[in-house]
Each structure stands twice: as structure tokens, then as C-alpha cells.
């Protein structure tokens, strides 16, 4: 049984697997209806319990996609609808889902409750976001980057404001894959430093390197990729201290220019146009969100191929 909690769980030599497999199966179905199911149907019969904590949109539509072309079903469970909501235990929910489905997702905000969940389930669990990292949205986007013709080893990726979840999981994919990541954060917003050690470490005896820049200029220039995030998260409150730290950050089109020419610009979605990133690049020639969000579809069924053991 393999849990999909974060991309260190499949390691390089897994996720490489997994960006192969969508990059193939995204292919054979290029033009078919959306809900037909993939030729050889690989997980016929399997139903994934989908357990949302947070709201969703790309999380909820492409896993239920996933399973429909692999073949599968899905169903959703939210705690307004759930026993979970009126205090029943993970670790109880973990082994009742485990008799009823064949793997679980999880989306919710302590990522103990997601390894909680991973402890007492006898099925696969999948980490669809916590607060501590987002792999499957990482593995969308090496998917997009893939796809441009550009090699990971070797990259440099630039990061622009807060030091959250999604940035957690590009470094942890930084150290697999021997990219660079310049993390333009500033002070007192930056990701966790364990992230960064457990990176480097990985990439000691190579060029690439991962570091905090508190100049949003040095952090993009050259950089091939260029990655932001909304800057209130689920939950948070709107707070204009932190918008007001973070307005040097913003992604625009003088901050893309010193980018690589070739640069291309990511972004996770949802979008707080004129906040993070200015319309004009997320509308512009380089950027590449509307194919990193549909990449999540296929990302998830690989990510799913790969916890019922059938690549990788």
C-alpha cells in the first residue's frame, strides 16, 4: 500500500513515473468527450472517498474526473455532512472509509490530521492539500513545465510571496529533481526552514540551490519558471499588514521581463487578479495557468495509478 502524503513518499524515480504516464494517457485521449473513460479503464470497480475539510474547486472536480476516466467512481464527504463534523474521531472515519472505499483523499488544514488519517486507513490516502504542503498541485506543474520542452534538472524557478504550502512542496520537488528555486519572500512570511534543509541537503554536489531572496528582482532574474500564490489563504483573514508586506512581490510585467525570455508563469488558482499577479500576465504570452489547472486531472490519475501499485 503506498500513502501519497508528499512527493518525497514516491520519490524522484515515482514522480517521474507518474509526469510519464500523464503525459501518455493526456495524449491518447487528446479530443475525446471528458467523460469517457480511458481505453483500458485501469481502476474499474474502485471507488476513492474524497473528504473535504476546505473548500474546492480543481481538487474536487479533477479527482472525481480522474476516477471516472480510470474507470472508478468517487464520492465526496464534507464534516457538514459527516460525522467527522460532530467529533468523530480521524482515526475512526480512517478505518470506516477503509471498508467502504479503496483509497481516500484528504483536504484539510493540519497535515497531522492527514497522517492521522494515513496511520489507521488500510487503503491509500492521498494529501489534496494542508497547510503544510500541496504535492498533487506540484506535480501539475513539473507536468506544464515538462511539457514546454524545458528540463527540470538544472532550472531555476522563482517564487514570489509567501512562504505557504505550495512553495513547501516546489522545494521538496527542487531537492528530487536538482532545480533551483529563489523564493522572493519578505521577512517574517518565509517558508519553513526544514523544507529548505531537507533540499539542499539533496542537492549538495550540484549547482542548484534553494534560498530565501528578500529582493523580488534578484529572485526572478533568469529565473524559467515563475510561480505565485494567493496571498490570504483559506481561512485567513484578510489582512492588510500582510497585503501591504507582500505588494513588492506582485508578478508583473516589468518584474517578468527580467525573467528568462522564455520564462513561462504558473499560478495554482484561485487568483486574486491585481494582488499577487497583474492581469496582463496572467492573460499574457507566457503564462501557462489554464494548462497547469487542466494538468491537475491528469496528474491525479497518475497520482492514483501509482498508489494502487500499477506504475512506478
Not at 474524497?50 to 464534507?78: I, N, P, Y
Not at 496511520?119 to 511539457?147: K, M, R, W, Y
Not at 499574457?284 to 500499477?310: M, V
Request: glycine residues 8%.
Amino acid at each position: 500500500m503506498r500513502h501519497f502524503l508528499n512527493l518525497s513518499d514516491a520519490g524522484a524515480d515515482g514522480i517521474a513515473a507518474i509526469l510519464a504516464d500523464a503525459l501518455d494517457r493526456k495524449r491518447a485521449r487528446a479530443d475525446w468527450p471528458k467523460g469517457r473513460a480511458d481505453a483500458d479503464a485501469p481502476l474499474a470497480g474502485h471507488t476513492l472517498a474524497m473528504v473535504f475539510e476546505k473548500s474546492s474547486t480543481r481538487t474536487r472536480v479533477s479527482f472525481d474526473m480522474a476516477m471516472r476516466q480510470l474507470g472508478g467512481s468517487a464520492l465526496v464527504l464534507d464534516s457538514g455532512t459527516t460525522q467527522l463534523g460532530r467529533g468523530e474521531s480521524v482515526a475512526d472515519t480512517a478505518r470506516v472509509l477503509s471498508g467502504f472505499c479503496d483509497a481516500i483523499m484528504v483536504r484539510t488544514d493540519d497535515h497531522a490530521k492527514l497522517e492521522e488519517m494515513a496511520e489507521f486507513a488500510t487503503v491509500p490516502v492521498i494529501n489534496g492539500l494542508t497547510d503544510a504542503s500541496h504535492p498533487c498541485q506540484i506535480v501539475a506543474d513539473l507536468l506544464a513545465v515538462v511539457e514546454e520542452g524545458k528540463s527540470l534538472p538544472g532550472s531555476k524557478w522563482a517564487w514570489l510571496g509567501d512562504g505557504n504550502n505550495v512553495l513547501h512542496s516546489i522545494v521538496e520537488a527542487a531537492g528530487l529533481f536538482k532545480f533551483s528555486v529563489s523564493a522572493g519572500c519578505p521577512e517574517g512570511y518565509d517558508p519553513e526552514q526544514r523544507w529548505i534543509d531537507t533540499a539542499n541537503a539533496a542537492l549538495a554536489g550540484t549547482n542548484a540551490r534553494v534560498a530565501v531572496e528578500r529582493d523580488p528582482l534578484r529572485a526572478v532574474a533568469g529565473a524559467e519558471v515563475v510561480v505565485t500564490d494567493t496571498w490570504i489563504s483559506m481561512g485567513q483573514a484578510h489582512a492588510e499588514a500582510k497585503l501591504a508586506a507582500m505588494m513588492p512581490y506582485q508578478v508583473t510585467e516589468p518584474l517578468m521581463a527580467r525573467a528568462d525570455p522564455d520564462a513561462i508563469f504558473l499560478h495554482c488558482l484561485p487568483a486574486h487578479r491585481e494582488e499577487e499577479v497583474v492581469s496582463a500576465v496572467i492573460d499574457g504570452p507566457q503564462s501557462r495557468i489554464w494548462r497547469e489547472a487542466e494538468n491537475r486531472l491528469h496528474a491525479q490519475k497518475s497520482i492514483l495509478r501509482w498508489c494502487f501499485g500499477q506504475i512506478g
